[in-house]
């Protein structure tokens, strides 16, 4: 397994009031919530992918009597929450590469559950029109670049890759951190403007349905190849409550069905939660395997 090996300060106050911070996701729920065992918390990080897998089986679980509270964390406090006890489960760890480092931190706290969705992918991305190919042509196009890639929240898994490529390929540039959403606002001003730029990007996302995007090379393997994400329990969930565990073990979707999620959220104005209930709507079968007997 290919783990980042710089990690981000994650402060400690964070870790102890993480069931008080936590900020909560989607709205509602389902299940009357008149049995303790009936409730449990998802967190979610504040992406688009996390967002509608995470949305998608809290609305699931809802249908089949459980009272879900979706929290959105930075991934840190999604894993170390989980890993400590302050949280349930989480359906969002990027694996073997892109959270690699919080799984060698945590994975002993942890309960493996199955990959929920295979082909996913991590790098560095520029539009279509870029005329460089690889990590390792970079120097020589700093200028044009303006010596930044830009990229999201410094406690992300693909940030601490970044910074590892970095290093890995002697790039003589500065990695910008800030939010998805501020990294996309700059991918739509440079490509408005026919600007190079270079950015911290994964998928599946809608941005490579909006805008013709093409992941630069990465001959020294930093950012790995396929990705995977994984669902993973607090120790014990299996047994307290084994049937919404259940679920969890056939919770799994395509890269395709999460894109169609996103593409909701953004495209069309959806929230999360909407986006979550026009998929769910759609697939009724899929739905029906994952829920079981739960219901």
Not at 109 to 138: H, M, Q, W
Not at 197 to 222: G, M, Q
Not at 246 to 266: G, I, N
């Amino acid at each position: 397994m290919i783990t980042m090996r710089k990690t981000s300060t994650i402060l400690v106050v964070g870790l102890l009031a993480v069931a008080c911070v936590l900020t909560a996701g989607c709205t509602g729920g389902g299940g009357d919530g008149s049995t303790v065992e009936k409730k449990a918390t998802l967190v979610s990080t504040p992406y688009g992918t996390e967002q509608s897998s995470a949305c998608v089986l809290k609305e699931v679980l809802g249908e089949a009597g459980y009272d879900i509270t979706l929290k959105e964390v930075d991934v840190g406090i999604a894993w170390s929450g989980v890993a400590n006890g302050d949280a349930d489960f989480f359906v969002g760890a990027w694996l073997p590469t892109c959270h690699g480092n919080y799984l060698e931190k945590y994975e002993d706290k942890l309960d493996f559950v199955r990959k929920n969705l295979v082909g996913t992918r991590c790098g560095l991305a520029v539009p279509e029109y870029v005329a460089i190919d690889s990590i390792d042509e970079l120097n020589a196009a700093r200028d044009k670049f303006g010596g930044k890639i830009i990229g999201v929240e410094p406690g992300a898994g693909i940030m601490q890759g970044t910074d590892e490529a970095i290093e890995k390929y002697g790039l003589d540039y500065t990695l910008q951190s800030g939010s998805e959403v501020g990294m996309l606002a700059s991918l739509k001003s440079a490509i408005d403007r026919d600007e190079w730029i270079v950015v911290t990007a994964w998928s599946p996302h809608w941005k490579f349905i909006r805008w013709d995007l093409k992941y630069l090379d990465d001959p020294e393997n930093v950012y790995g190849g396929e990705e995977y994400i994984v669902t993973y329990t607090r120790k014990g969930l299996k047994d307290e409550m084994p049937d919404l565990y259940a679920v969890l073990e056939r919770f799994t979707w395509t890269p395709e069905d999460m894109a169609s999620v996103m593409y909701d959220m953004e495209e069309n104005d959806m929230t999360a939660e909407d986006a979550a209930h026009t998929w769910i709507d759609a697939h009724p079968e899929q739905v029906e395997a994952w829920i079981g007997s739960a219901a």
